[in-house]
């Protein structure tokens, strides 16, 4: 069992009889308290969808849930639910539009090292590669002899994602993109 400091993003902690998946943590250290920091964690009920928000001290011991990643394809849209394909025994895994909302961001029909989380046989969300390749469906037009290091602009990509690139970065060109910071990290290998 870890302690609240040691759980990361993604993680599925059995908390209150429920099983919750970690979308986001927000470390705090008050004024005047000895030692201790807070962990603050948005957390996804997996059986709802429903978001929960709790409070750890940085001691507090948690319950990891049991949960199996399979790695997986991005395979159509169908209403609300994204499909996704195992790589291994081609089973569909359906997740609801809402509960990977961050995510979809970052996926295509091309998105390599893709994951679904898997928790009692059911899907529910998704665990990124560190980086991924998209292109830039929209930006302003490029300036000849801008530099890698100059000024940003805003870019459009073909998933509906809006980052930051440098000036050269014109529509059409393929870019990769870390995952964890929503951050532009240069141009794809072709």
């Known amino acids: ?29 008050p004024q005047g308290r000895a030692g201790g920091s807070l962990y603050r964690m948005r ?10 928000d709790e409070t750890f001290k ?9 949960l199996i990643r399979r790695e997986a394809m991005f395979s159509y849209i169908d209403g609300e639910e994204y499909v996704f394909m195992d790589n291994e ?18 996926v295509n029909e091309e ?7 898997v928790i009692d046989g059911s899907p529910v969300g998704l665990d990124l590669p560190s980086s991924v390749e998209l292109v830039v469906e929209e930006t302003d037009p490029s300036i000849k002899g801008a530099s890698a290091s ?3 602009k805003p870019a459009r990509l073909t998933t509906g994602l809006t980052i930051q690139v440098p000036e050269h970065i014109s529509t059409g060109d393929r870019i990769r993109i870390n995952t964890v910071e929503h951050k532009f990290m240069g141009r794809a290998e072709k």
């Open 1 to 29: 069992m870890p302690k609240a400091s040691e759980v990361k993003k993604g993680a599925a902690i059995e908390h209150n009889g429920r099983v919750l998946v970690v979308k986001d943590i927000q470390r705090s250290v």
């Open 43 to 52: 957390l996804y009920d997996v059986v709802t969808g429903g978001k929960v």
């Open 58 to 66: 940085d001691s507090d011991m948690l319950k990891l849930a049991d």
């Open 89 to 106: 025994d081609y089973t569909p895994y359906n997740l609801n539009k809402e509960a990977i909302s961050e995510e979809i961001l970052f």
């Open 111 to 117: 998105t390599q090292g893709l994951h679904v989380i």
């Open 150 to 152: 100059a000024r940003s």
